[in-house]
């Protein structure tokens, strides 16, 4: 085998897929520079529209400065008039992570839910997000235990029902 074509056959080759990665790779670190602030003020915006949702006539929110990881919670808000709170909980359902946003309303009571059950099984888990399952929580306080479960969405409608007891217990423990 002659050096020339070692070189020809093996090294060149090699070279221009690295070369390829690294331009690859530059362009793939600059988009995601240029995308992720926008991402993320998509996200806040998102996030303050499921708390206005799920607490009706609130107006504006303050984050609650507490343990989230010992609460067992993602975050707490309280409303700024007064009405209430706004507690989000993540628990594990069957296809990954079940978002419980939860309004509390001053008195402790159960006023709104949103569980984004997006990671769940089409059709099958992602009812325990549907109205039919959600508004069994409406009214509660304390626990949300007396709840029971979809038949065929256990792990998703205990992901719900689990996120909503965390929510009531962080209540509990910050108002």
């Known amino acids: 085998m002659k050096q020339g074509n070692t070189f020809q056959e093996m090294i060149k080759p090699l070279l221009v897929l690295v070369i390829i990665c690294l331009v690859v790779s530059a362009l793939l670190g600059f988009t995601h520079s240029v995308t992720a602030p926008i991402v993320e003020e998509n996200e ?100 949300a235990s007396g709840v029971d479960t979809i038949s065929g969405a256990t792990y998703s409608s205990t992901a719900v029902r689990s996120g909503v007891s965390a929510a009531l217990a962080a209540y509990d423990a910050i108002k």
Do not use: H, M, W
């Open 44 to 143: 806040r915006i998102a996030a303050e529209a499921t708390r206005k949702a799920v607490l009706a006539g609130a107006e504006s929110f303050t984050e609650i400065d507490c343990d989230t990881e010992a609460l067992g919670i993602k975050s707490a808000y309280q409303e700024d008039s007064g009405k209430g709170y706004v507690i989000t909980a993540g628990r594990k359902g069957y296809g990954g992570e079940v978002v419980v946003t939860v309004g509390i309303d001053s008195s402790g009571k159960v006023v709104g839910l949103s569980a984004n059950v997006s990671t769940e099984t089409s059709g099958v888990g992602s009812k325990a997000g549907l109205p039919a399952y959600t508004d069994k929580y409406i009214g509660l306080s304390g626990s």
